[in-house]
């Protein structure tokens, strides 16, 4: 039952952030499932990813379309390049170990927060 309502309550923080500031999945949602759930980087990341399939996008999607805030051909484009990259980056993934994997993310996360806090 802890680990229902913990997964309830972690999904509706990540659909929080991911809604108000386009971050959820990787930013949020991994962390914290390696820190709170105890998940290694491959099944946080893993997760995250069926986590965001439908929720996210169905819901998030259908408030910024109504606000005119989707560039649909774009959008659409992206979704095709995620489509082909999800694929390969998923396999390569498993390749590597998780310590290496946890260490590109930190490498990937920190880079862009410098760049964010830097930026004019």
Known sequence: MLLILGALLAGLTIGVFSGLIGVGGGVIA???LVYAFGMDQK???????????????AFAIMEYYRAGNINLKV????AL??????YFGGHYAQTMSNV?????FAVVLAAVALKMFFQK
């Open 100 to 104: 290496v994997l946890r260490r590109i």
């Open 43 to 57: 099944m946080a990341q893993g997760t995250s990813l069926m986590m965001l399939l439908g929720p996210t996008g």
């Open 75 to 78: 959008g659409l484009l992206l």
């Open 30 to 32: 991994v962390p914290l």
């Open 81 to 86: 390049g995620v489509l082909i990259g999800a």
